[in-house]
């Protein structure tokens, strides 16, 4: 019945490795997004695809790499784990970019990088 | 979140109510809405407003829009140990090809 479910909900690895992270959703959305949430809570967009289309990078290393299989997963690529990589990764959904087309959150997935 | 400001903290007792402020830059903003986080979950939709409406009340919220002032407000009656969370506001832009843009969120502390 998860709308938006994220895999795994916890990650701890090494500085250097490579992990990803998957994302779900059964909402029927066309739009997904990745967000990152840092210790002091503040909320930073990374991707955003509507129908497996990238359509908003921001300003993200390219060690991360989202990768869209189709319209109800997307899932994130990280490399070269670093330090400053340990953040809480959400992904989204919503009906395209519609004006009132609120987000529908995963619960997350807390990567700590040792 | 530096064109969408909010305080950080909010302090309140059991069965007081909550207003929880936030104010915005933009006059292209289409809709605003509040979201719930708490410990260690996800962000929950709590309720939105378009742009073109003053209030709107659902049950103990009641969202207060001054456009003239760029000011949204959270207003939580009966306020309860249960409210206890991370309230984001978040506006949607239509010059930014409709991106949310998210306050810091204030997180909501409940006193006994």
């Known amino acids: 019945d998860t709308a938006v479910s994220q895999t795994p909900k916890y990650l701890v690895t090494q500085m250097g490795n490579d992990k990803s992270i998957k994302c779900e959703q059964n909402?029927?959305?066309?739009?997904m997004y990745w967000y990152k949430q840092d210790s002091k809570k503040f909320l930073k967009i990374m991707f955003s695809y509507n129908n497996k289309e990238l359509i908003i990078n921001e300003t993200v290393p390219n060690r991360f790499s989202p990768k869209s299989p189709d319209k109800a997963h997307l899932n994130l690529h990280i490399n070269s784990l670093e330090l400053g990589d340990s953040a809480v990764y959400f992904c989204a959904s919503s009906q395209g970019q519609v004006h009132n087309s609120p987000l529908h959150f995963g619960n997350g997935t807390r990567l700590t990088v040792t | 979140g530096e064109d969408v400001e909010q305080s950080l903290f909010l302090s309140v007792r059991e069965g007081d109510s909550s207003v929880i402020n936030c104010t915005y830059t933009d006059s292209s903003s289409t809709y605003l809405y509040w979201y719930k986080q708490e410990p260690g979950a996800g962000l929950q939709l709590l309720t939105y407003?378009?742009?073109n409406m003053d209030m709107k009340q659902d049950q103990r919220l009641t969202v207060l829009l001054n456009k003239k002032d760029k000011h949204l407000s959270l207003r939580i009656a009966d306020t309860q140990t249960g409210d206890s969370a991370i309230y984001f506001c978040a506006e949607r832009r239509a010059d930014s090809n409709y991106q949310l843009i998210w306050g810091a969120g204030t997180k909501l502390i409940i006193k006994p």
């Open positions: 909402l029927g959305h066309d739009t």
């Open positions: 407003i378009f742009s």
